[in-house]
């Protein structure tokens, strides 16, 4: 049984920071890509950002400058550190990884940047 568990979500204000973090198991985490979306009431999930199992990654126009992914292979965790964040980062925020077999998706966690 794969797990995705995503922590780190929270209430912030405008240029504040938060990390999250999403601990996988059940498969083989350095293998695979990771990648963080977020989702805001009434519109579409959009990508972040993604790590490859090299440690490349791409960010979003919308995040670069601003949020960082990262993975750390040792403990099956990828995080997204986000700094200077702005209302319109609020949203649900959820870890995904593609496999050969299927997708896998966190359950997702709440950012909230509000005065």
């Known amino acids: 049984q794969v797990q995705l568990v995503e922590s780190g979500g929270g209430l912030v204000q405008p240029g504040g920071s938060l990390r999250l973090s999403c601990t996988v198991s059940g498969i083989v985490f350095s293998a695979y890509r990771w990648a963080w979306y977020r989702q805001a009431p009434g519109k579409q999930r959009e990508l972040v950002a993604t790590?490859?199992?090299?440690?490349?990654?791409n960010d979003a126009d919308s995040v670069k400058g601003r949020f960082t992914i990262s993975r750390e292979n040792a403990k099956n965790t990828v995080y997204l550190q986000m700094n200077s964040l702005k209302p319109e980062d609020t949203g649900v925020y959820y870890c995904y990884g593609p496999t050969m077999m299927t997708a896998y998706w966190g359950q997702g966690t709440q950012v909230t940047v509000s005065s």
């Open positions: 790590i490859n199992s090299d440690g490349y990654t």
